[in-house]
């Protein structure tokens, strides 16, 4: 297997990205643009059905690491056009927000696009005493014109009911209401602009990256507002209950996780079908055999950070010195880089590497061994986190983003083989089911 060299983002992309529509799929998102080879290494020995999106990255990341769509493309098509691959692969423009995201990714050759509605989500809505629900309630309506048709309505599953009474409409209303109305407006708009541009495009819906769970209700009635809407899914990002970190496994309770998984599984199947999509999918591994069974194969799981932790566990085996400065440079950073990701990592939770002097102990606190992960259980150290959010203070300084990737040029067969291991490992459980 030839190792591609990233791309300076100008050449051609020999190879191009299709539509993956209800087919299970898995994003490698890679924020440095090296780690395509070591991603493609793993699909192809433990992916079996799982489709690659290979070009994945949102625009936060994109602005974090000054890097443009194209080069983010680029890195990709290059990185599998050099290893001659040739099945189906995605692209994922990833938390779009505006008509300009939808152009510029577009414009890049992305054709799945992830809309982001969160910040028309209430993020308080289940926190509301019925008086104030009601006055919010009140004040949703001229943009909520759909209420009658559920206002009574039971809708049966086999995971259960949902009962569509004055609280749930209302809650689900004042929670959701604006963002179906923003969601539906920017859904057409990319699926009209690939039409004018006659270019492939599929969509996904995402509010993992709210505070409140979608209950089965919220979930079914975005569903079936999308859908009379015209706006099609391949895919939805719902807030699944529990706690999804940043780079660390899942936090709560697995068997209520499996009952609600199932549901909204349940939901998708007759509402679509698409997939169920799991945000900051990276070191879950606890749950994904859950979400592999309750969807019967049809989800999404989506990564990123994690092949930026993986590029940092090179560095820390290839340049001690090196790694401890980012370290450094990164607890520094962390109060700052973390306002816009979930995470509960303090400062406090990972030492400060000068009181660690042995370099093995020193990536078990910053990026986790395998080798002490517990069979069927992902990585769980805090200090993860406190290097996950400050990747673009990192890939931007000067200094520091030069040396990181001068070592990844320098290793990426063994960036390539990390990698590769690191993501059998996710891989597997998704498989297997
Ligand atoms: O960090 C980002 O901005 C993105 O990679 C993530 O939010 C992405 O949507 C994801 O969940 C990957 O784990």
Redesign the pocket.
């Known amino acids: 297997m030839s190792i591609s060299l990233p791309s300076t983002g100008v050449g051609p992309a020999l190879v191009q990205p299709g539509l993956l529509g209800i087919e299970p799929s898995f994003?490698f998102?890679d924020?440095l643009g090296f780690a395509t080879p070591g991603h493609l290494l793993a699909l192809q020995e433990a992916g079996g059905a799982i489709r690659g999106i290979f070009a994945?990255?949102?625009i936060?990341?994109m602005t974090r690491t000054n890097r443009t769509a194209t080069e983010v493309m680029a890195a990709a098509s290059d990185a599998l056009s050099a290893a001659g691959f040739s099945d189906p692969w995605g692209a994922d423009a990833?938390?779009l927000k505006t008509q300009d995201d939808v152009r510029q990714t577009m414009a890049a050759g992305f054709v799945f696009f992830?809309l982001d509605p969160s910040g028309d989500v209430d993020q308080q809505a289940d926190n509301y005493a019925p008086a104030e629900l009601a006055t919010r309630f009140e004040a949703c309506k001229p943009f909520t014109p759909w209420l009658d048709a559920y206002r009574g309505k039971t809708v049966r599953f086999a995971s259960g009911e949902i009962v569509f009474d004055e609280p749930t409409l209302a809650r689900a209303a004042v929670k959701y209401g604006k963002a179906i109305q923003t969601t539906i407006a920017l859904g057409r708009f990319v699926q009209e602009e690939a039409a004018r541009l006659s270019k492939p495009c599929e969509l996904e819906l995402?509010v993992?990256?709210t505070e409140q769970p979608t209950t089965p209700a919220e979930h079914y009635l975005i569903a079936d507002q999308l859908r009379a809407a015209g706006v099609r899914l391949v895919s939805l990002a719902p807030r699944f209950e529990g706690d999804f970190e940043?780079g660390v496994d899942y936090k709560g309770d697995i068997k209520s996780l499996e009952r609600s998984l199932r549901f909204h599984a349940e939901i998708a199947a007759e509402m679509g079908p698409y997939k169920l999509s799991l945000?900051?999918?990276?070191d879950k591994i606890s749950m994904y055999r859950l979400l592999s069974r309750a969807t019967e194969g049809r989800f999404h799981v989506?990564?990123?950070?994690?092949s930026y932790l993986e590029a940092l566990r090179v560095v820390a085996r290839c340049d001690d010195e090196l790694f401890r400065r980012i370290i450094d440079f990164s607890r520094g950073c962390y109060d700052r880089d973390k306002a816009t990701?979930h995470v509960s990592a303090t400062l406090a939770d990972a030492p400060p590497q000068a009181e660690v002097a042995d370099p093995v102990e020193l990536e078990r606190q910053y990026l986790e061994r395998w080798e002490d992960v517990p069979a069927g259980a992902g990585f769980t150290a805090p200090g993860r986190q406190i290097l996950h959010c400050t990747f673009g203070s990192v890939m931007t300084d000067p200094e520091l983003g030069a040396a990181v990737k001068d070592v990844l040029l320098g290793n990426h067969s063994s960036y390539s083989e990390v990698l590769r291991d690191h993501f059998v490992r996710h891989l597997d459980p998704l498989r297997e089911g």
Not at 279 to 282: A, I, L, N, T, V
Request: net charge neutral.
């Open positions: 994003g998102g924020r994945q990255q949102s936060r990341e990833d938390h992830t995402s993992d990256e940043k945000h900051s999918g990276s989506k990564t990123a950070g994690t990701y």
